[in-house]
C-alpha cells in the first residue's frame, strides 16, 4: 500500500524532476555533508521525524529555554591567552570594555601540561599558546582590576583542571568573593584528551578520579560552578565527523555520569553542574542538527539509563567555539566569512554561549583587532539578522528534523558498540575512539586531495598574489619573565610549608580521600603548578598512548 | 633501490596530532616506510630514532610556536651524530619572519597549513638521499 504522500513523490519525479534531469545532470552523483554523510535531493513530510515536542519540554530537541533568544541571548565568551598573565589581563579588560559578556582562559602548554617554565619539555613554549600560570601569583595577576564575583570565568584546562581551580576559588576567597555565588566552568575533560588532543598527564583511571573530586567538593562548596565542559570540540578538530563528535561526546558525558555515580554522588547533586562545547563546522545545516540531538540523546539518557530526576539533569547546555581546523592561511579573509556561517549555525542551533575565531588564527594567535571583528561577527547575528526573534526557527523542516534523526540514531549504535566494549575508559585504553578520529581524518583529506571536498583558496579559486594581514608575534619575553618569577618565588616563599602541603597531596593522592583540600593548602602555600602534578605523578605514575595511525 | 625510510616526530609539549598522523599515512600510502614517534619526543630521542631507523628523512611537526628553540637544537645533534645529510622538513604553523632563519640552520622544506600532500611527498622524492 502506498501513502497519498509516496504517490505524489512518485508524480513529482516523474512528471517534474525526470525532464529536468534530462535536460542538466546534476553536479555530482551523490552529495554527502563535509562529514560524509550522505544527502538526498529533497526531504518531504516524515510523520516520525517531523514533530519534537515544544522547547523547553522533554526531551528538549527544540531547546531548553521555552523563549529561546527572546529572554537572554547567548553569552559571548572569547577564549584568549598569551605571553605574561599582565599580557593577558590587558586583552581581558579590552574585550569586557568592548561588550563581551564572560571571559575564557587559554592557557600555554606548559601550564596544560603541568611543566614549570623551567622543565626541559618548556621549552619554547612559555606563553606561546596561551597564558603561563606557574603558581597562584600568576593567577592574581591575570585577575588583577577584574572582579571574579561580577563575571562569569572558563577556564580550558584538563589534567591540572583541579589545581587551577584551586587557584581561582583561592583568587577569588581574596578579592573577597564568596564561592557559593562563583559562576564559571572549567574544561576538567580528560576522555576527549586522551582520544584527540592528547593534553593528558596521569592514566585514565587516577584522572577520572579527580575529575568526580571536583564534581564532589563543588557541589557542596561552589554549587554555582560548572564542574566540567564535556568537549566535543577538539575530537572534531582532530578529524573526526559530525556524527562522531557527538556520540563520542555524549557517551563521555555518561561515562563521567556512571563515575560520579559509581564514587557515591547523586545523579541530581551534580549532573546540572556538567555543560558540553561543540564545534560549530561548515556543514550548516549538519551541525544544527548535532546539536538538537545532543540535547535529545543527553535528555533520555539522564532520564531513562540514570533515573535522574530533576529537569535540569535533563537539560544539556552548551558552549560552542568555531571551527579552527576549517581556517586557512590563503585568503585568510575568507575565514571571516566562514567563521560567521558557523556561528549562524551555532546559533541557530540555540548554543547558550559562543566564540568566534579570528580570521588570522591559521597564521598565529589573533590579534586585537581580529578577536574584535571575530565578537562583532556575533553581535550582528544577535542584533541585526533577526535570527533570535523566533524560537528554533528550523523546528519542521524536513532536512533538519530528519538529519536530526538520523544522528541520534547513528550516536546510539556508537552507544551500544562503547557500552559492549565496557564503557568510554576501555574503549580509549583499546584505542577505539583514536581509531576512528584518525580514520575519518585521512579520509577527508584524501577528498580534499581529490577535490572532492573544494576549499575555497586552497584547491578551488586559489590566487598567487599574498594578503597581507597583520599578525601576532609573540616573542621570548614573557619566557624570561615567567623564569625569573619562578626563581624568585622559590627564594621567597616558606619552603618548609610548600613540602608539607606537597606531602599531603602525595598522601591523599595514595588513599582515597578528595583531593581538593590538600590541593587547595598547596595553592595557598604558592607550591607551584609543576611540582604538585609532581606530587600526582610520584603516586600515579605518567599515561603514555600506543600511537595509532 | 629501496625505500626511502622517513621518521615523523612530534617534539615539545603539543598534543595536536591530526597533521603528522595524516602525512604519516600519505608518505606510506606513497611507498616510504614511515616511523612515527608519538608525542612529546625531545631532539635527543628524534635523533636517535633517526640513527636507530636509519632514517632518510626527519619531518617535525610543530603548531605551538617552539620551532626556534627545537630546529636549531635538533641540527646541531644531526651534524654531531654525523647525520648531516639527513632531510629535515618541517609543517605546522610557522610565521613568516621565521621562515629565513630555519633555512639557514639547514631544514629544507617548510610547509605550511594548506600545503597538498603531493606536494610534500614531490618534496621528500627530489630532496632525500638517495641509497642502494
Known amino acids: 500500500m502506498r501513502t497519498a504522500a509516496e504517490t505524489e513523490r512518485q508524480r513529482w519525479e516523474r512528471e517534474t524532476l525526470a525532464p529536468a534531469l534530462a535536460d542538466a545532470p546534476e553536479r555530482e552523483v551523490a552529495f554527502t555533508t563535509i562529514s560524509g554523510w550522505p544527502i538526498e535531493r529533497l526531504y518531504s513530510a516524515d510523520v516520525e521525524a517531523l514533530d519534537p515536542p515544544a522547547p523547553g519540554d522533554f526531551p528538549y530537541t527544540r531547546g531548553i529555554h521555552p523563549s529561546g533568544y527572546r529572554g537572554k541571548l547567548w553569552t559571548m565568551r572569547q577564549f584568549a591567552g598569551f605571553g605574561t598573565p599582565e599580557d593577558t589581563n590587558a586583552r581581558y579588560k579590552g574585550l569586557l570594555g568592548a561588550g563581551g559578556t564572560g571571559l575564557s582562559v587559554a592557557f600555554d602548554l606548559p601550564t596544560l601540561m603541568g611543566r614549570d617554565p623551567d622543565h626541559e619539555l618548556s621549552l619554547g613554549e612559555v606563553g606561546k599558546c596561551g597564558v603561563n600560570i606557574t603558581s597562584l601569583a600568576d593567577m592574581e595577576r591575570l585577575f588583577d582590576g577584574i572582579a571574579v564575583g561580577d563575571i562569569t570565568t572558563s577556564m580550558t584546562i584538563n589534567s591540572p583542571a583541579a589545581i587551577v581551580l584551586a587557584m581561582y576559588l583561592v583568587v577569588a576567597e581574596k578579592q573577597g568573593a564568596g564561592w557559593r555565588t562563583l559562576s564559571g566552568t572549567i574544561q576538567n575533560d580528560i576522555l576527549k584528551e586522551f582520544i584527540a588532543q592528547k593534553e593528558y598527564i596521569f592514566p585514565p583511571r587516577p584522572s577520572m578520579r579527580l575529575i568526580t573530586d571536583v564534581f564532589a567538593f563543588c557541589s557542596n562548596e561552589a554549587p554555582r560552578w560548572n564542574t566540567i565542559s564535556v568537549s566535543g570540540y577538539h575530537i572534531r578538530e582532530a578529524g573526526s565527523t559530525a556524527l562522531q563528535e557527538l556520540a563520542f561526546t555524549l557517551r563521555d558525558g555518561i561515562e563521567y555520569v556512571q563515575w560520579g555515580v559509581d564514587a557515591g554522588l547523586d545523579v541530581d547533586d551534580f549532573v546540572p553542574r556538567m555543560s558540553f562545547f561543540f564545534n560549530a563546522h561548515s556543514g550548516f545545516f549538519e551541525e544544527i542538527a548535532k546539536y538538537r540531538a545532543a540535547r535529545t540523546l543527553w535528555a533520555e539518557a539522564m532520564r531513562d539509563r540514570f533515573g535522574a530526576r530533576n529537569e535540569r539533569s535533563w537539560k544539556l547546555r552548551f558552549h560552542s567555539q568555531t571551527a579552527g581546523v576549517s581556517l586557512t592561511a590563503q585568503q585568510p579573509h575568507n575565514n571571516v566569512i566562514r567563521t560567521a556561517i558557523q556561528a549562524l549555525s551555532a546559533v541557530l542551533g540555540g548554543t547558550n554561549s559562543l566564540h568566534t575565531n579570528s580570521l588570522d588564527e591559521a597564521l598565529a594567535l589573533p590579534t586585537a583587532e581580529a578577536a574584535t571583528l571575530a565578537l562583532r561577527t556575533q553581535q550582528i547575528i544577535a542584533h541585526e539578522s533577526g535570527v533570535t526573534e523566533v524560537v528554533d526557527p528550523l523546528g519542521g523542516s524536513y532536512f533538519v528534523e530528519r538529519l536530526t534523526k538520523d544522528l541520534e540514531n547513528g550516536a546510539r549504535a556508537y552507544f551500544d558498540q562503547i557500552d559492549r566494549m565496557g564503557g568510554m575508559v576501555e574503549a580509549i585504553e583499546e584505542g577505539f575512539p583514536q581509531r576512528e578520529v584518525a580514520e575519518s581524518a585521512y579520509r577527508y583529506q584524501q577528498a580534499v586531495e581529490r577535490n572532492e571536498k573544494i576549499v575555497v583558496g586552497v584547491n578551488g579559486f586559489e590566487q598567487q598574489t599574498d594578503v597581507h594581514v597583520d599578525r601576532l608575534y609573540i616573542d621570548d619575553r614573557a619566557a624570561d619573565t615567567q623564569l625569573a618569577r619562578l626563581e624568585s618565588l622559590r627564594r621567597t616563599r616558606d619552603n618548609a610549608d610548600v613540602a608539607r602541603a606537597l606531602d599531603r597531596l602525595r598522601a591523599v593522592a595514595v588513599g582515597s580521600g578528595n583531593l581538593m583540600p590538600p590541593i587547595l593548602d598547596a595553592v595557598r602555600a604558592y607550591a607551584t603548578l609543576g611540582e604538585m602534578c609532581d606530587a600526582l605523578r610520584d603516586v600515579w605514575g605518567e599515561y603514555e598512548e600506543r600511537p595509532v595511525l | ?132
Open chain 2, 1 to 132: 633501490m629501496r625505500k626511502l625510510r622517513v621518521v615523523i616526530a612530534k617534539p615539545g609539549l603539543d598534543g595536536h596530532d591530526r597533521g603528522a598522523k595524516v602525512i604519516a599515512r600519505a608518505l606510506r600510502d606513497a611507498g616510504m616506510e614511515v616511523i612515527y614517534t608519538g608525542l612529546r619526543q625531545t631532539p635527543e630521542q628524534i635523533v636517535g630514532a633517526a640513527l636507530q631507523e636509519d632514517a632518510d628523512v626527519i619531518g617535525l611537526s610543530i603548531l605551538s610556536g617552539a620551532h626556534n628553540h627545537i630546529a636549531p637544537k635538533l641540527m646541531d645533534l644531526l651534524k654531531e651524530k654525523g647525520l648531516d645529510d639527513v632531510l629535515v622538513v618541517i609543517g605546522g604553523i610557522i610565521p613568516d619572519v621565521d621562515v629565513p632563519r630555519l633555512k639557514e640552520i639547514g631544514v629544507k622544506g617548510i610547509f605550511l597549513p594548506g600545503t597538498p600532500m603531493k606536494d610534500i611527498i614531490d618534496f621528500i622524492t627530489a630532496h632525500a638521499r638517495v641509497r642502494v
